[in-house]
């Protein structure tokens, strides 16, 4: 069965600071995997994808790595900013239904 | 401005009564998803439709219906045999046929049975 787990599920930080997201799955044949960030009561909004191919990826204060032979990835925050305070969803889409399996998130809040 | 719009974004629902949420789109896209969100779970499929007129199940379709009748729009109807309704439901829709295409998510529409 298709799996993606994240850690931590919760994480508190000072602003300024950097932090990192955990991302592990077990979704095969691999497709592709985004990360998107959901504020509170809001829909998803991706920030990055990475394909098999490509082992880093940057999005402004946003860098995701892709370890495909682990099935690892993650998403450091650098110089983190109260605006940050969200949900971090990793999503993974496989090559044969092309379906979209979820991890449950990080919940991640910045504080001053 | 293009998107994807849900209503209402707050609905309540009394016990047995069926409700029906909104989802259109003008992104012309042709695939449409619904998922629901609990607290501290991932987004679990419901239906999903890839071109007018045509629907398939998810991993947990029991309770719902929905309907693609024109392409612009997805509709979700909980019904009265959904025994656990409250929950938090997004749409999404995205460019079928192509691996690395984005899903664009609505702000999603929050449901509570009283």
């Known amino acids: 069965k298709n799996q993606v787990e994240q850690s931590p599920q919760s994480l508190i930080i000072l602003e300024g600071k950097n932090c990192t997201l955990q991302?592990?799955?077990?979704?095969?044949?691999?497709?592709?995997l985004r990360w998107y960030k959901q504020d509170t009561g809001r829909g998803p909004v991706s920030l990055t994808i990475?394909?098999?191919?490509?082992n880093t990826k940057s999005n402004g204060r946003y860098t995701a790595t892709l370890d495909a032979d682990t099935k690892q990835s993650s998403l450091h925050i650098t110089a983190s900013q109260l605006s940050d305070s969200a949900s971090y969803i990793c999503?993974?889409?496989?090559?044969?239904?092309?379906?979209?399996?979820f991890g449950s998130g990080t919940r991640l809040q910045v504080q001053p | 401005d293009g998107g994807i719009t849900q209503s209402p974004k707050y609905l309540f629902r009394k016990e047995g009564q069926n409700v029906t949420l909104s989802c259109e789109q003008n992104?012309?896209?042709?695939?449409m998803y619904w998922y629901r969100q609990d607290p501290g779970q991932g987004l679990r499929l419901i239906y999903y439709?890839?071109?007018?007129?045509?629907?398939q199940k998810g991993d947990i379709a029991e309770g719902y219906s929905v309907s693609r009748e024109k392409k612009e729009s997805f509709p979700l109807t909980v019904t009265s045999a959904q025994k656990n309704p409250t929950a938090f439901y997004l749409c999404?829709?995205?460019?079928?046929?192509?691996?690395?295409?984005?899903?664009?998510f609505g702000q999603g529409t929050r449901l509570t049975v009283v």
């Open positions: 999404a829709s995205s460019i079928e046929g192509q691996g690395n295409t984005e899903a664009f």
């Open positions: 999503v993974v889409r496989d090559t044969g239904r092309r379906a979209l399996t």
């Open positions: 992104l012309n896209h042709d695939a």
């Open positions: 439709s890839q071109i007018v007129n045509d629907f």
């Open positions: 990475m394909t098999f191919s490509e």
């Open positions: 991302c592990n799955y077990t979704v095969s044949p691999f497709s592709n």
